[in-house]
């Protein structure tokens, strides 16, 4: 049947319409055409395993970018969910045989989503929520006060067992699960703002807080300082930092997210520092890109450079700097422990060596290594929390792996891993304590006993 002219006039209107990429560093065609589509990335990608669809795999994703820059398919909400169901884990940057930069890519194409794509008022008023809160301490404190009552009052788990929220809203369910036991330490910040080393100073380096892990897990952060001093570092700590930016980064919220970058920089543009030292993988990795986030910047171009110059993860510069505190035995029997590879710290750094080697060289360790190593956990940001179905089943999956090892501890290097593992042991009813490589470090020097 031939099509008439009216049709085509039309279907040519209808086009014209469609939402489309604006011109602001959409996906680069070369770096697109660096995909030779050999499926190799489809093995190591956790959304392509969980939902089986090629349009969910990073090569079925890169013939969504090609198209969308041709203008042959439309920006829509099935196109959209096809890039909202990528983890950002960057597995498929390590496991392709090309050297395809799909990191690039996906951070190109997550910005003109937010910029051109009507999301639905529900989804809009959650990802505002989420933006206005989690990267903002001083904010999150406020509303955690009522969370420490609801925990403590034993509603959350009156809660949970009705199953309400879930059916009202289930991405608000999936953020209340993963909440840890909230402590006094939440609410406080009991680190100085210069901690002095232990003996001779060997070095002065700044160190990153986090917006949720000190509240969350700030003892990750008190173990950080403790283990730096102990091995001669004098550390500084501005009051004036804030989020670094990760979790609006890889969302595509790209004026947020140079907002915080800036405000990182300032912190730290004063301290005459050696290394600034981060302990959570997803910021290392966001403070390791700010020459690139802050590229068209006339006033920061230049200061991220330098910034990201000294941008090193705990366990990388410990390695590189070596460990001269004493180190004693965890148990008096052997310790087996298996440490869990956070995807910005394996696929994003490049960092899987250092932290095996620091936690071998603890006395009567034991280190073990899951099958899918490289699989992500599912928490990946806040996909959690977004795309809490997919994440709940690399979450199940990722837990019974390391479990698989036999090891009693498991070390995992990122607040968001350590929270979304936390909450599967907890589903499998298991109590196999969950500590950052930094926290083993610091119970080892100090000769406490897990």
């Known amino acids: 049947m031939q099509t008439s002219n009216r049709e085509i006039a039309q279907t040519a209107a209808q086009t014209e319409y469609l939402p489309k990429l604006d011109s602001t560093h959409p996906p680069d065609p070369k770096l697109i055409d660096?995909?030779?589509?050999?499926?190799?990335?489809?093995?190591?990608?956790?959304?392509?395993?969980?939902?089986g669809k090629e349009t969910d795999s990073p090569r079925g994703r890169i013939y969504l970018m090609d198209a969308l820059n041709q203008g042959t398919i439309p920006l829509s909400d099935a196109t959209v969910q096809h890039f909202d169901s990528c983890l950002g884990c960057l597995a498929c940057v390590t496991t392709c045989p090309s050297g395809v930069q799909y990191d690039k890519l996906i951070e190109a194409i997550r910005p003109q989503i937010e910029r051109n794509h009507n999301r639905s008022l529900p989804d809009r008023l959650l990802r505002k929520f989420i933006f206005s809160l989690l990267p903002y301490p001083d904010r999150l404190r406020l509303f955690l006060a009522p969370l420490l009552v609801y925990q403590k009052t034993g509603l959350q788990k009156l809660m949970r067992s009705i199953g309400w929220l879930k059916q009202i809203s289930p991405p608000l369910a999936a953020m209340e699960s993963l909440m840890p036991d909230l402590s006094p330490k939440a609410f406080q910040d009991n680190i100085p703002e210069l901690i002095p080393a232990q003996g001779e100073k060997r070095y002065r380096v700044g160190l990153l807080l986090g917006c949720v892990?000190?509240?969350?897990?700030?003892?990750?952060?008190?173990?950080?300082?403790?283990v730096l001093t102990a091995n001669g570092c004098e550390v500084v700590v501005p009051r004036s930092q804030g989020c670094c930016g990760?979790?609006?980064?890889?969302q595509g919220q790209v004026e947020q997210t140079k907002i915080l970058a800036r405000q990182s920089i300032d912190s730290f543009a004063e301290m005459d520092i050696d290394a600034l030292i981060v302990n959570a993988s997803g910021c290392g990795h966001t403070l390791k890109e700010y020459a690139s986030i802050l590229a068209d910047d006339p006033d920061y171009a230049e200061k991220a450079k330098a910034f990201v110059s000294k941008v090193k993860d705990v366990q990388e510069f410990l390695y590189d700097v070596g460990l001269t505190a004493k180190l004693s035995p965890l148990q008096d029997e052997p310790l087996t422990l298996v440490y869990q590879d956070a995807c910005h710290m394996l696929h994003g750094q490049k960092i899987s060596v250092q932290p095996r080697q620091l936690l071998k060289q603890i006395p009567n360790v034991n280190l073990r290594e899951p099958i899918d190593a490289a699989l992500c956990c599912g928490s990946a940001g806040i996909y959690n929390i977004l795309q809490s179905e997919v994440a709940e089943e690399l979450g199940d999956q990722k837990v019974q792996n390391l479990l698989d090892t036999g090891a009693s501890v498991i070390a995992s290097p990122n607040i968001g891993c350590y929270t979304q593992i936390s909450k599967h042991l907890k589903l499998q009813g298991k109590t196999t304590p969950v500590l950052h490589p930094i926290q083993l470090l610091d119970l080892s020097i100090r000769g406490i006993k897990l």
């Open 34 to 51: 660096a995909c030779v589509h050999c499926g190799f990335c489809l093995a190591t990608c956790p959304s392509y395993r969980v939902i």
């Open 213 to 226: 892990q000190r509240l969350f897990n700030p003892d990750v952060n008190e173990a950080t300082v403790r």
């Open 246 to 250: 990760a979790l609006t980064h890889h």
